[in-house]
């Protein structure tokens, strides 16, 4: 039994964790930085990495690789969607199919040309729903574009495709809308398993009413049916996917002005031609148009938007109807792209995609708090700003750089995020503690030239069962595993990969749920210690009875697991731990059953 927290708690000297413990394991970053002065190149660019490590590197297929062009506009690899053993690869011009069974050695499954912008991709079982929003978009996947400003053969909506042959995809059938999609939010209802819901963020211009009938650019207050200032939900019946529709434009926007918003640095500022037209702007109609993002997160009936100037709380309880509970704003922030909670909900975090994605926004002359991710506590139904986080390392002028896509890694106790910075690479960041955000690992390249910007980088870096997968837009699809440091224990991490998902689209956030396991109870442990939160003999006297409830069988170990838990649920209270004490009091206690 180990020594009751109480005696050992008097007259200790305690470290408190959290700011005190992400501060001192800050420091531990190596130095000097290896991302700094990395060599140029497309496929033989320098590379660092630090606590991760490169597994794979596969470049694009032959549809998707213009060898002649670094960095070609038509062949951007964007965003990434996972089911079983499958990748789907979104690309300005299609999407790629990936075969992750040995995910060392990625095979392409299914390379399918179909041009209509980023082709931001989710999948939900046999159905793959890519978004379209570029004018020339053409709903049959033909390569010649739309000429006439008003055609029926336009794709800008939300492509659905069956992909039960995974060889053979089959178009079922493009959802129009008015602003097309820009991205999708694919949303699943418990209480409705027959649907699946997809929210539409549009944010191009509204196409004619002589096109898509009921579209309408003039405002609101002119003409309540008006296409700005709402989203889209479609409605898709599982077994007859042919008959989605939009169910619901909620106007999510209502009653918010113009936001504050931060312009460019100093040394980005280019003055206007004399005579040259007006840059498009909704100055004056009343507040922000439209999301970039949404984020859902159905286990908590929330949903986050990164919308326009505003990062966006819902309920979507009634997921047909989201409703906006709060808006956050922030003058730091210029263009509100994602957003992830923590896996409680109590917490979220939003990115900002400043210069969008297409300049370097990681110089060592740009702010910190520009281009980066804004932390958020939620406070009741209000978001209380904390902090910002941005990638520590500056790249160069030569290379787009900014915060995008990523996922939280799920280790119990803590957040731990993977996300994606351009051609910033990627890397790995703790925000248990929302005002202390700090690195614990990285990988990056050097620029793809190094005498002129050329578009590349990770556009998106997610967690799946066990690895952590990224877009890259010009060198194809990377795959990395985390090694063990004295920020993440092998404990750690082999509890985060007791998580699996059958399926797992970044945009609807599953929340992570992990088995009665004794390397779950040790991530605790591992977690106390590393903080110095609690006395080395207490903790010490806890791993002894986990050690001897491991080695006992049948009853014997359930009378030490209870008898362990019982001890801990007296601590708790006692304990600046408290929080990690009553996990672990709640593992060992399904052990013992």
């Known amino acids: 039994?180990?020594?009751?927290?109480?005696?050992?708690?008097?007259?200790?000297?305690?470290?408190?964790?959290?700011?005190?413990?992400?501060?001192?394991?800050?420091?531990?970053?190596?130095?000097?930085?290896?991302?700094?002065?990395?060599?140029?190149?497309?496929?033989?660019?320098?590379?660092?990495s630090w606590n991760i490590k490169l597994v794979a590197n596969t470049k694009p297929s032959e549809a998707f690789l213009n060898p002649s062009t670094p960095g070609d506009a038509r062949l951007k690899n964007s965003d990434l969607a996972f089911s079983g053993n499958l990748v789907f690869q979104g690309n300005y011009s299609g999407w790629q199919v990936w075969d992750i069974g040995n995910p060392r050695k990625p095979k392409l499954r299914a390379a399918f040309v179909c041009p209509g912008s980023q082709s931001d991709v989710t999948v939900y079982g046999n159905l793959l729903f890519v978004s379209a929003e570029a004018?020339?978009?053409?709903?049959?996947?033909?390569?010649?574009?739309?000429?006439?400003?008003?055609?029926?053969?336009?794709?800008?909506?939300?492509?659905?495709?069956?992909?039960?042959?995974?060889?053979?995809?089959?178009?079922?059938?493009?959802?129009?809308?008015c602003r097309g999609s820009h991205t999708n939010t694919l949303v699943t209802d418990p209480k409705d398993p027959e649907n699946v819901y997809i929210y539409v963020s549009g944010s191009a211009g509204v196409r004619s009413n002589a096109e898509l009938a009921g579209c309408s650019a003039t405002n609101p207050d002119i003409d309540p049916n008006s296409s700005l200032f709402r989203i889209e939900v479609i409605k898709v019946p599982v077994k007859n996917p042919a008959a989605a529709a939009i169910v619901s434009s909620p106007r999510i926007f209502e009653g918010l002005s113009e936001a504050t918003r931060h312009g460019e640095a100093a040394a980005d500022r280019r003055e206007r031609p004399a005579g040259a037209a007006a840059r498009p702007s909704v100055v004056g109609r009343g507040g922000p148009t439209q999301c970039h993002d949404i984020t859902a997160y159905p286990a908590v009936g929330l949903a986050g938007g990164a919308c326009s100037g505003y990062g966006i709380l819902l309920d979507i309880r009634d997921i047909k109807n989201p409703k906006r509970i709060y808006a956050a704003s922030d003058t730091n922030m210029s263009a509100w792209h994602s957003a992830t909670f923590s896996n409680d909900g109590s917490k979220v975090l939003f990115s900002d995609e400043w210069g969008g994605g297409s300049s370097p926004r990681c110089r060592a002359t740009d702010k910190v708090e520009w281009g980066a991710d804004a932390i958020f506590v939620r406070n009741g139904d209000k978001l209380d700003f904390k902090s910002y986080f941005k990638l520590p390392a500056a790249q160069t002028s030569n290379e787009n750089c900014v915060s995008h896509n990523g996922s939280l890694i799920p280790i119990p106790g803590r957040e731990v995020m993977v996300q994606s910075w351009y051609q910033g690479g990627i890397n790995v960041f703790d925000w248990t503690d929302p005002t202390h955000a700090f690195e614990v690992a990285f990988f990056d390249r050097g620029p793809m030239d190094s005498t002129a910007l050329v578009s590349g980088g990770h556009w998106s870096a997610y967690w799946y069962n066990g690895l952590i997968y990224g877009s890259e837009i010009s060198r194809g699809l990377d795959v990395w595993e985390l090694t063990p440091s004295e920020f993440l224990s092998k404990n750690e991490l082999d509890a985060a990969k007791l998580v699996k998902y059958a399926y797992f689209n970044a945009q609807e956030q599953p929340q992570a749920v992990w088995p009665a396991a004794f390397v779950v109870a040790r991530a605790y442990t591992d977690q106390m210690a590393r903080n110095s939160a609690v006395p080395k003999a207490w903790l010490d006297g806890v791993l002894a009875q986990l050690a001897t409830a491991e080695k006992a069988k049948g009853g014997a170990r359930s009378t030490a697991l209870n008898a362990l838990a019982a001890q801990l649920d007296k601590d708790a209270s006692g304990s600046p731990e408290s929080v990690r004490v009553q996990a672990l009091s709640g593992v060992v206690k399904s052990l013992a059953k």
């Open 135 to 177: 004018v020339s978009g053409r709903i049959d996947c033909g390569l010649g574009g739309v000429e006439d400003e008003v055609s029926k053969d336009r794709a800008r909506g939300i492509r659905i495709i069956d992909i039960s042959d995974i060889e053979h995809p089959r178009s079922i059938t493009t959802v129009q809308t």
């Open 1 to 48: 039994m180990p020594t009751p927290f109480r005696s050992l708690l008097s007259g200790a000297l305690l470290l408190l964790a959290g700011s005190t413990a992400a501060s001192q394991l800050a420091h531990a970053q190596p130095s000097p930085d290896p991302r700094i002065g990395l060599k140029a190149g497309w496929f033989d660019a320098g590379e660092a």
